[in-house]
């Protein structure tokens, strides 16, 4: 089975290779896609995320979603010493950067839950897989035709934040510039939601983002810097 919808402002695929797939876990996955766009997307004026950053909701008024997604973003702050952070100068509460990875690895439980086993959700670039090996593509960042690496995982997330598609968007929290120490970096994770915010925290850090993603647990990491050089950790799982 193969659906793509637009949500989030970007293409989401779903493919699952199980032999016998019914209709209602695919449904589920794109209603709950929308209803994560709806409720905490800082573009929509009634959305939750934008009631609470305008002062309209109380703390103790808020969802369990987004108390857990705000909880992930203090994480990352703290992590990366200010560089990752939700809530930048001019920009007003935008948990973008946490919500994409955990709203799509909450959507991979819901058809692990329905008893799938073997699919590809790919959201904008970031996948979700389980019941591998599914091969996930690098693109390169000078060239948008080609592949720097090419990576085999069974089960897990793959995330990239770069500059190629979106250009300086990543700001560096501590000084609210944009991050330009890194032209694309990949993280691989045991779930999107780690990949992900590892992903965007480490590019906000610059360089030294490299090794602070490498060294958090599970993650393995493909970096690309200025002028080509390529970094990574022993483990990325480069295809043969």
């Given at each position: 089975m193969r659906r793509v919808e637009h949500v989030m402002g970007f293409p989401v695929s779903?493919?699952?290779?199980?032999?016998?797939?019914?209709d209602g876990p695919a449904d589920a996955v794109f209603a709950w896609l929308r209803e994560v766009d709806r409720r905490f997307s800082p573009f929509r004026e009634d959305s939750?995320?934008?009631?609470?950053?305008?002062?309209?909701?109380?703390?103790?008024?808020?969802s369990a979603d987004l108390a857990e997604v705000l909880a992930l973003g203090e994480e990352f702050r703290r992590a990366t010493?200010?560089?990752f952070d939700v809530r930048l100068?001019?920009?007003?509460?935008?948990?973008?950067?946490?919500?994409?990875?955990w709203s799509v690895q909450r959507a991979a439980g819901l058809?692990?839950?329905?008893?799938?086993?073997?699919?590809?959700?790919?959201?904008?670039?970031d996948v979700a897989v389980s019941g591998g090996p599914w091969r996930v593509g690098v693109r390169h960042p000078a060239h948008a035709d080609r592949l720097c690496a090419v990576l085999e995982v069974s089960d897990g997330g793959v995330a990239t934040s770069a500059r190629y598609e979106r250009g300086d968007h990543i700001l560096d929290g501590r000084t609210g510039r944009p991050a330009t120490g890194l032209e694309s970096l990949t993280v691989v994770a045991p779930t999107l939601t780690e990949a992900d915010a590892v992903a965007t925290a480490a590019f906000a850090l610059g360089e030294e983002g490299v090794a602070w993603a490498a060294a958090r647990e599970g993650c393995e990491v493909f970096a690309v810097?200025?002028?080509?050089?390529?970094?990574?950790?022993p483990g990325v799982p480069v295809a043969a």
């Open positions: 779903l493919r699952v290779d199980d032999p016998d797939v019914p939750e995320v934008s009631r609470y950053g305008r002062g309209e909701l109380p703390a103790a008024a808020l010493g200010g560089a100068p001019g920009r007003g509460l935008d948990p973008c950067a946490v919500v994409k990875g058809l692990t839950g329905a008893g799938l086993r073997r699919f590809c959700l790919n959201a904008g670039g810097l200025p002028g080509g050089r390529v970094l990574r950790t």
